[in-house]
T-cell receptor
Framework: KAGVTQTPRYLIKTRGQQVTLSCSPISGHRSVSWYQQTPGQGLQFLFEYFSETQRNKGNFPGRFSGRQFSNSRSEMNVSTLELGDSALYLC?????????????????FGPGTRLTVL | AQSVTQLGSHVSVSEGALVLLRCNYSSSVPPYLFWYVQYPNQGLQLLLKYTSAATLVKGINGFEAEFKKSETSFHLTKPSAHMSDAAEYFCAVSGSARQLTFGSGTQLTVLP
């Protein structure tokens, strides 16, 4: 079974631009989560999508948004890029069954997209 | 709310020596705990998980961790370090909010 794929792997943008990152989950997985990893802040949760709906959101400004398609593929978008948005953006997928159920959330991570903002 | 604290941002061990990476958690609900490993320029790979079935959890590559509720700890161990174990290790907790909350990571160096 193929793993989580993310495209592109590397991206260079300038301040003020916007960017879209893509994530294809493992086949059969319906939940996709996004994380930002920086040397200063570590790994931080951005948001989670399940069945095309945002189910959970971290503490990031509205410039960060996402969506999920009917085939579970997900995109995240960052508008008006700032230097501090330079990071490794990781996508993770999980089976993640019934909404609200307390069940462990084993997530499988993609290789990430390295975004550099100049 | 859940949180994890990893003690020691850098740990060095000699090849063949015991690896011990420390993780303490805070959770208002019974936690699910994970250890992930990250190699340079790669994503996170799950080493092992605690989901309340057994307190001693065995994972891949010879790693194991023991859940100790009285100490709120979930330390990662490996009896004998190998050069290929050099990487960054993250402890994470998942509660009712489903999202993973990560510790700050521990960089493991294995000395020849």
């Amino acid at each position: 079974k193929a793993g989580v794929t993310q495209t592109p792997r590397y991206l260079i943008k300038t301040r003020g631009q916007q960017v879209t990152l893509s994530c294809s989950p493992i086949s059969g997985h319906r939940s996709v989560s996004w994380y930002q990893q920086t040397p200063g802040q570590g790994l931080q949760f951005l948001f989670e999508y399940f069945s095309e709906t945002q189910r959970n959101k971290g503490n990031f400004p509205g410039r960060f948004s996402g969506r999920q398609f009917s085939n579970s593929r997900s995109e995240m978008n960052v508008s008006t890029l700032e230097l501090g948005d330079s990071a490794l953006y990781l996508c993770a997928s999980s089976l993640s069954g019934t909404s609200g159920a307390t069940s462990y959330n084993e997530q499988f991570f993609g290789p990430g997209t390295r975004l550099t903002v100049l | 709310a859940q949180s994890v604290t990893q003690l020691g941002s850098h740990v060095s061990v000699s090849e063949g020596a015991l690896v011990l990476l420390r993780c303490n958690y805070s959770s208002s609900v019974p936690p699910y705990l994970f250890w992930y490993v990250q190699y340079p320029n790669q994503g996170l790979q799950l080493l092992l998980k605690y989901t309340s079935a057994a307190t001693l959890v065995k994972g891949i590559n010879g790693f194991e961790a023991e859940f100790k509720k009285s100490e709120t700890s979930f330390h990662l161990t490996k009896p004998s370090a190998h050069m290929s174990d050099a990487a960054e290790y993250f402890c994470a907790v998942s509660g009712s909010a489903r999202q993973l909350t990560f510790g700050s990571g521990t960089q493991l160096t294995v000395l020849p």
